[in-house]
């Protein structure tokens, strides 16, 4: 994926080895979604509250395009990150017109919102539409204790 935006200033791009002993919370998303806004942005951010500066938890979001793809554009993936205030990094991936994004195609998502839990080792954990807070909290201390 190579459209990204809120990266560290000596970064250009992101892959999830640079997350390697870390827990990364990756979330897909799509920025008319309303599950998106009503539920999955304000987990995300209930997560991020959770685990403050725990430097062993990392957050990325990506626009998993596919469907909408003239409305579900770079532009309005920067608004949502504006309206959330979320200063993690964020990426842009729309898959080919009538295809799904290469991350939805990599992880086997089903939709958005979507919420991938990657353990320290660099395996998928949790893959899945449905993740309520006090779930992923307890997913999260258990790959955390594994670090």
């Not at 190579?2 to 791009?13: A, G, I, M």
């Not at 951010?45 to 990392?58: C, I, L, P, S, T």
């Not at 993740?131 to 992923?136: I, N, S, T, V």
Request: charged share 25%.
């Amino acid at each position: 994926m190579e459209t990204w935006f809120n990266l560290p200033d000596d970064r250009q791009r992101l892959d999830i080895d640079d997350f390697k002993g870390k827990v990364l919370y990756l979330y897909c998303f799509q920025s008319w979604c309303p599950g998106c806004h009503s539920s999955g942005f304000p987990t995300l951010q209930a997560m991020m509250r959770e685990y403050g500066d725990d430097g062993n938890v990392a957050y990325v979001a990506i626009q998993t395009v596919f469907e909408g793809f003239d409305r579900n554009t770079l532009e309005k993936a920067q608004e949502v990150a504006r309206k959330y205030a979320l200063d993690i990094p964020f990426g842009h991936d729309p898959g080919p017109e009538g295809s799904r994004s290469v991350v939805m195609q990599r992880y086997r998502t089903g939709g958005t919102p979507w919420i991938i839990l990657i353990g320290g080792d660099g395996l998928v954990r949790f893959n899945d539409f449905h993740a309520d807070p006090g779930m992923l909290k307890r997913q999260i201390d258990h790959l955390a204790r594994d670090l």
